[in-house]
């Protein structure tokens, strides 16, 4: 499961050419084999006998190439062990539509099985994807007791730290998706307030 706001902060988009024709990356990847050090005839390999040695002879190296063929513009992402996973989007949250309701957009994060709600989603009063703190008016979380329920929460809190979004205010217990939301919407209403004079 994904925390939202790791899914939506903190990532640079990989930029194409000044006025490119035809922005599409064609991604592809190759993981192979590496070698440390030149091993020159008679150069002693790399035995090293500490049980927790990561630095052996041979590692696995891994490539990922993004070619642009409207722009010729070419990105090589590369490094030594790194994992791959083959997903979908609604499994892994990130790159699905957002939702529009009350007037707001929620961002939804993975949903841990197929067919079931996001565990969380970001709220924001725009349809632009969020990728800042600041982007973001509030969140919505699913949590269970005998049932499902969900905690809205609004009005970030100032000098946030890092990717994770503090709030000031939290409302629990809402029966849905759709009610969390409107609670969060009602946040930002201007409030009408009586004056007997």
């Given at each position: 499961m994904n925390i939202a706001e790791e899914l939506y902060f903190g990532w640079s988009d990989?930029?194409?050419g000044q006025d490119c024709p035809l922005p599409v990356w064609d991604a592809q990847i190759t993981m192979g084999r590496g070698r440390r050090g030149r091993l020159l005839n008679g150069e002693?390999?790399?035995?090293?006998?500490?049980?927790?040695?990561?630095?052996a002879t041979f590692f696995t190296r891994s490539t990922l190439r993004l070619v642009c063929h409207g722009c010729n513009v070419v990105w090589i992402v590369y490094g030594e062990d790194a994992g791959t996973m083959r997903t979908t989007t609604e499994a892994y949250g990130f790159g699905q539509p957002a939702r529009e309701v009350a007037g707001l957009w929620l961002w939804p994060e993975g949903r841990p099985?197929?067919?079931t709600e996001p565990g969380a989603y970001l709220v924001t009063r725009t349809p632009d994807r969020p990728s800042r703190p600041v982007d973001v008016i509030g969140r919505i979380?699913?949590?269970?007791?005998?049932?499902?329920?969900?905690?809205?929460?609004?009005v970030p809190a100032p000098q946030q730290q890092g990717v994770v979004v503090?709030?000031?205010?939290?409302?629990?217990?809402?029966?849905?998706?759709?009610?969390?939301?409107?609670w969060i919407a009602d946040q930002y209403q201007p409030q009408q307030v009586e004056v007997a004079v």
């Open positions: 990989l930029a194409h002693p390999r790399h035995e090293c006998t500490h049980p927790e040695c990561e630095h099985t197929p067919g979380s699913r949590y269970y007791e005998r049932y499902y329920r969900y905690t809205g929460e609004a503090e709030f000031i205010r939290r409302r629990q217990n809402c029966r849905s998706v759709d009610e969390a939301a409107q």
